[in-house]
Protein backbone atom coordinates (compact mmCIF):
# COMPACT_ATOMS: atom_id res chain seq x y z
CA UNK A 1 0.00 0.00 0.00
CA UNK A 2 1.58 2.89 -1.30
CA UNK A 3 1.70 5.42 1.51
CA UNK A 4 2.59 9.45 1.61
CA UNK A 5 3.89 12.13 0.14
CA UNK A 6 3.98 15.72 1.00
CA UNK A 7 1.09 18.47 3.09
CA UNK A 8 -1.90 17.26 2.62
CA UNK A 9 -0.80 14.36 1.31
CA UNK A 10 1.05 12.94 3.99
CA UNK A 11 -1.41 13.92 6.24
CA UNK A 12 -4.08 11.58 4.70
CA UNK A 13 -1.04 9.14 4.50
CA UNK A 14 -0.53 9.41 8.63
CA UNK A 15 -4.35 8.73 8.84
CA UNK A 16 -4.15 5.88 6.88
CA UNK A 17 -1.56 4.32 8.84
CA UNK A 18 -3.95 5.27 12.12
CA UNK A 19 -6.84 3.41 10.52
CA UNK A 20 -4.56 -0.03 9.79
CA UNK A 21 -3.68 0.27 13.02
CA UNK A 22 -7.85 0.22 14.37
CA UNK A 23 -8.67 -1.94 11.45
CA UNK A 24 -6.10 -4.40 12.96
CA UNK A 25 -7.89 -4.31 16.21
CA UNK A 26 -10.72 -4.88 14.69
CA UNK A 27 -11.96 -1.23 15.31
CA UNK A 28 -15.42 -1.24 12.56
CA UNK A 29 -15.03 2.63 12.66
CA UNK A 30 -11.50 2.29 11.47
CA UNK A 31 -12.26 -0.54 8.92
CA UNK A 32 -14.73 1.67 7.61
CA UNK A 33 -12.36 4.56 7.26
CA UNK A 34 -9.63 2.51 5.57
CA UNK A 35 -12.09 1.31 3.18
CA UNK A 36 -13.60 5.02 2.03
CA UNK A 37 -9.38 5.75 1.51
CA UNK A 38 -8.75 2.62 -0.60
CA UNK A 39 -11.80 3.54 -2.29
CA UNK A 40 -11.02 6.44 -3.55
CA UNK A 41 -7.17 6.41 -3.33
CA UNK A 42 -6.53 9.18 -0.52
CA UNK A 43 -3.63 8.69 1.29
CA UNK A 44 -3.12 5.27 -0.64
CA UNK A 45 -3.15 3.51 -3.28
CA UNK A 46 -6.92 3.41 -4.98
CA UNK A 47 -7.61 -0.48 -4.19
CA UNK A 48 -11.65 -0.73 -4.98
CA UNK A 49 -11.21 -4.74 -4.23
CA UNK A 50 -9.44 -4.12 -0.84
CA UNK A 51 -12.23 -1.80 -0.36
CA UNK A 52 -15.02 -4.05 -0.41
CA UNK A 53 -13.42 -6.61 1.69
CA UNK A 54 -12.86 -3.76 4.72
CA UNK A 55 -16.07 -2.74 4.03
CA UNK A 56 -17.23 -5.79 4.32
CA UNK A 57 -15.01 -6.47 7.28
CA UNK A 58 -16.94 -3.32 8.94
CA UNK A 59 -19.74 -4.82 8.49
CA UNK A 60 -19.48 -8.18 10.64
CA UNK A 61 -17.62 -6.20 13.20
CA UNK A 62 -21.40 -4.32 13.80
CA UNK A 63 -21.53 -1.20 11.13
CA UNK A 64 -24.12 -0.73 9.49
CA UNK A 65 -22.47 1.63 7.41
CA UNK A 66 -19.88 -1.03 6.06
CA UNK A 67 -22.66 -3.28 4.73
CA UNK A 68 -24.42 -0.35 3.19
CA UNK A 69 -21.35 0.93 1.41
CA UNK A 70 -20.08 -2.77 0.30
CA UNK A 71 -23.70 -2.54 -1.29
CA UNK A 72 -23.36 0.44 -3.00
CA UNK A 73 -19.98 -0.69 -4.74
CA UNK A 74 -21.56 -4.18 -5.52
CA UNK A 75 -24.57 -2.48 -7.04
CA UNK A 76 -22.28 -0.40 -9.25
CA UNK A 77 -19.83 -2.73 -10.51
CA UNK A 78 -16.87 -1.10 -8.08
CA UNK A 79 -13.73 -3.46 -7.32
CA UNK A 80 -15.45 -6.15 -9.09
CA UNK A 81 -18.33 -7.40 -11.46
CA UNK A 82 -21.96 -5.79 -10.88
CA UNK A 83 -23.89 -7.86 -9.00
CA UNK A 84 -27.05 -6.64 -7.75
CA UNK A 85 -28.59 -9.83 -5.88
CA UNK A 86 -25.36 -9.18 -3.45
CA UNK A 87 -26.19 -5.74 -3.40
CA UNK A 88 -29.11 -6.21 -2.24
CA UNK A 89 -28.23 -9.06 0.56
CA UNK A 90 -25.70 -6.36 1.67
CA UNK A 91 -28.63 -3.64 1.90
CA UNK A 92 -30.94 -5.83 3.82
CA UNK A 93 -28.53 -6.66 6.24
CA UNK A 94 -27.92 -2.45 6.96
CA UNK A 95 -31.19 -2.54 6.66
CA UNK A 96 -31.60 -4.52 10.06
CA UNK A 97 -29.89 -2.34 12.17
CA UNK A 98 -32.05 0.80 10.53
CA UNK A 99 -29.77 2.24 8.52
CA UNK A 100 -32.39 4.43 6.67
CA UNK A 101 -30.11 4.76 3.72
CA UNK A 102 -30.05 0.89 3.02
CA UNK A 103 -33.51 1.10 3.32
CA UNK A 104 -33.76 3.63 0.80
CA UNK A 105 -31.74 1.04 -1.43
CA UNK A 106 -34.07 -1.52 -1.12
CA UNK A 107 -37.16 0.16 -1.84
CA UNK A 108 -35.42 1.31 -5.32
CA UNK A 109 -34.72 -2.22 -5.77
CA UNK A 110 -37.73 -3.37 -5.57
CA UNK A 111 -39.22 -0.40 -7.51
CA UNK A 112 -36.76 -1.13 -10.33
CA UNK A 113 -36.45 -4.93 -10.04
CA UNK A 114 -32.73 -4.62 -8.79
CA UNK A 115 -32.44 -8.17 -7.78
CA UNK A 116 -35.49 -9.05 -6.72
CA UNK A 117 -39.47 -9.10 -8.97
CA UNK A 118 -40.40 -5.69 -9.04
CA UNK A 119 -42.94 -4.74 -6.25
CA UNK A 120 -44.00 -1.35 -6.10
CA UNK A 121 -46.02 -1.71 -2.97
CA UNK A 122 -42.90 -3.07 -1.18
CA UNK A 123 -40.97 -0.33 -2.11
CA UNK A 124 -43.20 2.00 -0.51
CA UNK A 125 -42.83 0.28 2.68
CA UNK A 126 -39.12 0.36 2.25
CA UNK A 127 -39.55 4.05 1.13
CA UNK A 128 -41.81 4.81 3.87
CA UNK A 129 -39.30 3.21 6.78
CA UNK A 130 -36.87 5.37 5.32
CA UNK A 131 -38.74 8.88 5.26
CA UNK A 132 -40.28 8.30 8.80
CA UNK A 133 -36.80 7.31 9.78
CA UNK A 134 -36.06 11.44 8.74
CA UNK A 135 -34.16 9.74 5.75
CA UNK A 136 -34.38 12.57 2.99
CA UNK A 137 -33.84 10.57 0.02
CA UNK A 138 -36.99 8.01 0.91
CA UNK A 139 -39.11 11.13 1.58
CA UNK A 140 -38.70 12.63 -1.37
CA UNK A 141 -38.99 8.88 -3.11
CA UNK A 142 -42.21 8.68 -0.72
CA UNK A 143 -43.38 12.26 -2.60
CA UNK A 144 -42.48 10.48 -6.08
CA UNK A 145 -44.41 7.93 -5.21
CA UNK A 146 -47.44 9.72 -4.14
CA UNK A 147 -47.58 11.84 -6.78
CA UNK A 148 -47.54 9.32 -9.54
CA UNK A 149 -49.30 6.63 -7.62
CA UNK A 150 -46.70 3.99 -7.56
CA UNK A 151 -47.81 1.23 -4.87
CA UNK A 152 -49.90 3.59 -3.82
CA UNK A 153 -52.97 5.64 -4.11
CA UNK A 154 -52.07 9.10 -5.94
CA UNK A 155 -52.41 11.85 -3.01
CA UNK A 156 -50.90 15.41 -4.18
CA UNK A 157 -51.25 16.60 -0.54
CA UNK A 158 -49.03 13.31 0.46
CA UNK A 159 -46.29 14.08 -2.24
CA UNK A 160 -46.02 17.57 -1.20
CA UNK A 161 -45.71 16.99 2.82
CA UNK A 162 -43.18 14.87 2.01
CA UNK A 163 -41.68 16.65 -0.72
CA UNK A 164 -41.75 19.73 1.63
CA UNK A 165 -40.11 17.07 4.90
CA UNK A 166 -37.17 16.50 2.37
CA UNK A 167 -36.58 19.72 0.93
CA UNK A 168 -36.36 20.55 4.25
CA UNK A 169 -33.42 18.85 4.80
CA UNK A 170 -31.56 20.32 1.64
CA UNK A 171 -32.39 17.60 -0.81
CA UNK A 172 -32.36 19.80 -4.00
CA UNK A 173 -34.96 17.58 -6.10
CA UNK A 174 -37.10 17.80 -3.52
CA UNK A 175 -37.29 22.03 -3.52
CA UNK A 176 -37.59 21.51 -7.52
CA UNK A 177 -40.64 19.21 -6.88
CA UNK A 178 -42.13 21.55 -4.16
CA UNK A 179 -42.01 23.45 -6.64
CA UNK A 180 -43.58 22.08 -9.16
CA UNK A 181 -46.57 21.18 -7.20
CA UNK A 182 -47.04 24.52 -6.63
CA UNK A 183 -46.50 25.40 -10.24
CA UNK A 184 -49.28 22.82 -11.18
CA UNK A 185 -51.41 22.85 -7.90
CA UNK A 186 -50.23 19.40 -6.61
CA UNK A 187 -51.99 18.37 -3.56
CA UNK A 188 -52.36 22.83 -2.75
CA UNK A 189 -53.49 25.86 -5.27
CA UNK A 190 -51.48 27.03 -7.74
CA UNK A 191 -49.52 29.41 -6.56
CA UNK A 192 -46.88 30.76 -8.73
CA UNK A 193 -45.18 33.22 -6.41
CA UNK A 194 -43.90 30.04 -4.06
CA UNK A 195 -43.24 28.01 -7.29
CA UNK A 196 -40.41 30.81 -8.28
CA UNK A 197 -39.23 30.77 -4.84
CA UNK A 198 -38.72 27.01 -4.86
CA UNK A 199 -37.28 26.70 -8.26
CA UNK A 200 -35.19 29.73 -7.03
CA UNK A 201 -33.77 27.68 -4.05
CA UNK A 202 -32.99 24.49 -6.60
CA UNK A 203 -31.53 27.05 -9.48
CA UNK A 204 -29.16 28.65 -7.42
CA UNK A 205 -28.11 25.39 -5.92
CA UNK A 206 -27.07 24.33 -9.53
CA UNK A 207 -30.06 22.43 -10.86
CA UNK A 208 -30.36 22.70 -14.87
CA UNK A 209 -34.38 22.02 -14.37
CA UNK A 210 -34.74 24.45 -11.64
CA UNK A 211 -32.44 26.97 -13.77
CA UNK A 212 -34.50 26.32 -17.25
CA UNK A 213 -38.02 26.44 -14.56
CA UNK A 214 -37.39 29.79 -13.45
CA UNK A 215 -36.16 31.40 -16.95
CA UNK A 216 -39.55 30.47 -17.86
CA UNK A 217 -41.38 31.93 -15.14
CA UNK A 218 -39.06 35.49 -16.06
CA UNK A 219 -40.01 34.88 -19.53
CA UNK A 220 -43.67 34.29 -19.19
CA UNK A 221 -44.32 36.40 -16.28
CA UNK A 222 -45.58 33.92 -14.08
CA UNK A 223 -44.79 34.93 -10.12
CA UNK A 224 -42.59 37.27 -10.83
CA UNK A 225 -41.52 40.60 -12.91
CA UNK A 226 -41.33 39.40 -16.82
CA UNK A 227 -37.83 40.26 -17.29
CA UNK A 228 -36.39 39.05 -20.47
CA UNK A 229 -32.78 39.72 -19.09
CA UNK A 230 -33.22 37.30 -15.94
CA UNK A 231 -34.68 34.55 -18.44
CA UNK A 232 -31.71 34.22 -20.31
CA UNK A 233 -29.43 34.92 -17.82
CA UNK A 234 -31.42 31.78 -16.46
CA UNK A 235 -31.20 29.23 -20.05
CA UNK A 236 -28.01 30.01 -20.08
CA UNK A 237 -27.13 28.74 -16.74
CA UNK A 238 -28.92 25.47 -17.37
CA UNK A 239 -28.10 24.73 -21.24
CA UNK A 240 -23.89 25.39 -19.61
CA UNK A 241 -24.57 21.95 -17.34
Excluded at 28 to 48: M, N, P, T, Y
Excluded at 62 to 79: F, K, P, T, V
Aim: charged residues 25%; contains cysteine; aromatic residues 10%.
Amino acid sequence: MGVGGRGIAAEEGAAVALYMRAAKAGSARGLAALAWCQRFGRGCDKDEVAARISYRQAGEEGLAAGWYELGNMQRDGSGGEVDVGAALESFQRAATEFYHPAEVEIGLAYAEGRGVKEDPTEAIRWFTKAAEGGNARGQAHLGWAYEEGNGVDADGSAALHWYLKSAEQGNLWAKLHVGMCYHEGIGTEVNMTEAVAWFRLAAEAGDAEAQDLLGMCYDYGDGVEESPEEALKWFRLAVAQ
